[in-house]
């Protein structure tokens, strides 16, 4: 369906949304000297300069079709289209000379901001018709948060360069406050509505949130906290990265190839042995290490997480369970955020860029749920059990045919929640993020359940 143009008019806000993700991402890229650009911080991920790129061809080779542009460099939108997710090996072996300078990146993305942004603040100038994708908002705000799942991804790769290879603007101190007990909060039997119907698609989402589906949880009780490096110290001490029995023998295959023995996130005194219980760990923060900060949640691959659960005699819980914890009431409402419906803001959780580590699970208790449940969203995702799959009624976009279905293979599993780099916009109910279980660089917490 095309409007046409007389009917057309660029939601400013949207445009507006646009400036402030640009100007995240390039805040990021400011932490860069420039030979870091060429480094491949994560070994199945592309080189920096990929991302320097990609974010613009994105918007360029979503764009430019639906506003009538002809492209000027074809070989660079298609160098910087994609980025990878290997399952399971195939890791990339191009070269830095292979990539060309950040002068002639930086120049194919000021011309695209230059044309995109021209032909936007006047889109009668550019196609005949329009289509309804563009002009009702769904592409910009594809192309707004697809930037601000970057600024999240990217802090994962920038988290594994070295120290010396960006700029610091601060060093990480230590934080030295105990974790607090764990508890069970019980979660009464009720509904789970995941997702939202096609009749809110005035509401933005992205095509795996769309579709409706309520579930009935029995009840159930769950860990009030995130599991602290603190309470996952004690898996590491109990020998728990050398037991068989606690993993998927899928999961033990990998963690015995990749000669994992801790989470990626903590560093080892050199020459000590994980097992060892007076080895001295350090976390690796995003501008230093500092010692183990036990009241912080563990971060970990959900391979780690499920042994972890199974050594516990728990399980991870499942998407609609996690749902039903967050925003399940006792009265049978359900709220829009764990808190209430009020929008999210800094006394609710490690979110929307503030920090570029972790918090203590209880610091911020304006954030718990009505269940009492601590620390939802916020300072890292959550693992469930539930692997990623359609909605009921999933329809692909037509736009971006692959962005969920090609991730339906049952070997990704969904996360709630986000991160302390996760944008507030995509704190709402229905967003759904999915990882494969085998990738350790992802800000990843979990908790369990019992049934
Ligand atoms: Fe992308």
Same mark, same amino acid.
């Given at each position: 369906?095309?409007?046409?143009?007389?009917?057309?008019?660029?939601?400013? $806000?949207?445009?507006?949304?646009?400036?402030?993700?640009?100007?995240?991402?390039?805040?990021?890229?400011?932490?860069?000297?420039?030979?870091?650009?060429?480094?491949?911080?994560?070994?199945?991920?592309?080189?920096?300069?990929?991302?320097?790129?990609?974010?613009?061809?994105?918007?360029?080779?979503?764009?430019?079709?639906?506003?009538?542009?002809?492209?000027?460099?074809?070989?660079?939108?298609?160098?910087?289209?994609?980025?990878?997710?290997?399952?399971?090996?195939?890791?990339?072996?191009?070269?830095?000379? %292979?990539?060309?300078?950040?002068?002639?990146?930086?120049?194919?993305?000021?011309?695209?901001?230059?044309?995109?942004?021209?032909?936007?603040?006047?889109?009668?100038?550019?196609?005949?018709?329009?289509?309804?994708?563009?002009?009702?908002?769904?592409?910009?705000?594809?192309?707004?948060?697809?930037?601000?799942?970057?600024?999240?991804?990217?802090?994962?790769?920038?988290?594994?360069?070295?120290?010396?290879?960006?700029?610091?603007?601060?060093?990480?101190?230590? $934080?030295?406050?105990?974790?607090?007990?764990?508890?069970?909060?019980?979660?009464?039997?009720?509904?789970?509505?995941?997702?939202?119907?096609?009749?809110?698609?005035?509401?933005?989402?992205? %095509?795996?949130?769309?579709?409706?589906?309520?579930?009935?949880?029995?009840?159930?009780?769950?860990?009030?906290?995130?599991?602290?490096?603190?309470?996952?110290?004690?898996?590491?001490?109990?020998?728990?990265?050398?037991?068989?029995?606690?993993?998927?023998?899928?999961?033990?295959?990998?963690?015995?190839?990749?000669?994992?023995?801790?989470?990626?996130?903590?560093?080892?005194?050199?020459?000590?042995?994980?097992?060892?219980?007076?080895?001295?760990?350090?976390?690796?923060?995003?501008?230093?290490?500092?010692?183990?900060?036990?009241?912080?949640?563990?971060?970990?691959?959900?391979?780690?997480?499920?042994?972890?659960?199974?050594?516990?005699?728990?399980?991870?819980?499942?998407?609609?369970?996690?749902?039903?914890?967050?925003?399940?009431?006792?009265?049978?409402?359900?709220?829009?955020?764990?808190?209430?419906?009020?929008?999210?803001?800094?006394?609710?959780?490690?979110?929307?860029?503030?920090?570029?580590?972790?918090?203590?699970?209880?610091?911020?208790?304006?954030?718990?749920?009505?269940?009492?449940?601590?620390?939802?969203?916020?300072?890292?995702?959550?693992?469930?059990?539930?692997?990623?799959?359609?909605?009921?009624?999933?329809?692909?976009?037509?736009?971006?045919?692959?962005?969920?279905?090609?991730?339906?293979?049952?070997?990704?599993?969904?996360?709630?929640?986000?991160?302390?780099?996760?944008?507030?916009?995509?704190?709402?109910?229905?967003?759904?993020?999915?990882?494969?279980?085998?990738?350790?660089?992802?800000?990843?917490?979990?908790?369990?359940?019992?049934?």
């Amino acid at each position: 369906m095309a409007v046409s143009q007389t009917a057309l008019k660029m939601p400013s $806000d949207l445009l507006s949304r646009m400036d402030e993700a640009r100007a995240r991402t390039d805040a990021l890229f400011n932490l860069l000297p420039p030979n870091s650009y060429y480094e491949r911080p994560i070994p199945e991920r592309h080189r920096l300069i990929f991302y320097l790129g990609h974010l613009e061809a994105f918007d360029w080779n979503l764009l430019s079709g639906p506003l009538g542009l002809r492209s000027d460099d074809a070989e660079f939108d298609k160098l910087f289209a994609f980025g990878i997710d290997p399952v399971d090996g195939g890791l990339p072996t191009d070269a830095p000379k %292979d990539w060309p300078t950040i002068a002639r990146v930086e120049k194919y993305t000021e011309e695209i901001r230059r044309r995109l942004d021209g032909t936007l603040a006047n889109p009668r100038a550019a196609a005949r018709d329009l289509p309804s994708d563009l002009a009702g908002g769904t592409l910009l705000n594809v192309a707004v948060e697809h930037r601000l799942m970057h600024a999240e991804t990217l802090a994962y790769l920038f988290h594994n360069l070295a120290f010396d290879k960006k700029e610091a603007p601060f060093k990480p101190k230590a $934080d030295t406050r105990p974790a607090p007990a764990q508890r069970q909060a019980m979660i009464a039997a009720g509904s789970a509505t995941l997702g939202m119907s096609k009749a809110a698609r005035h509401a933005f989402g992205w %095509d795996n949130e769309f579709g409706e589906q309520k579930i009935e949880v029995p009840e159930f009780s769950i860990d009030a906290y995130p599991v602290t490096n603190g309470e996952y110290l004690k898996f590491v001490q109990a020998g728990g990265y050398r037991d068989a029995r606690h993993w998927k023998a899928e999961d033990w295959d990998w963690r015995q190839q990749a000669g994992i023995e801790h989470p990626h996130f903590w560093l080892l005194e050199r020459g000590a042995q994980a097992g060892d219980p007076h080895a001295r760990w350090e976390y690796r923060g995003m501008f230093g290490a500092i010692p183990l900060p036990l009241s912080w949640p563990v971060w970990v691959s959900h391979a780690e997480a499920s042994a972890f659960a199974t050594w516990a005699g728990k399980k991870l819980p499942t998407e609609a369970q996690w749902h039903r914890a967050a925003y399940g009431t006792r009265e049978g409402i359900e709220r829009s955020y764990p808190w209430g419906d009020d929008a999210p803001d800094a006394s609710k959780g490690n979110f929307h860029h503030r920090n570029w580590d972790g918090t203590p699970v209880d610091a911020h208790p304006d954030g718990a749920s009505a269940f009492g449940v601590f620390d939802l969203l916020g300072n890292g995702w959550e693992w469930t059990s539930s692997q990623f799959g359609p909605l009921p009624g999933f329809e692909p976009f037509a736009f971006y045919a692959g962005y969920s279905a090609n991730f339906f293979d049952g070997k990704h599993f969904v996360m709630k929640g986000g991160s302390a780099r996760t944008d507030a916009c995509m704190l709402r109910r229905s967003f759904r993020n999915w990882f494969q279980p085998h990738y350790p660089y992802v800000y990843t917490k979990f908790r369990c359940v019992e049934e």
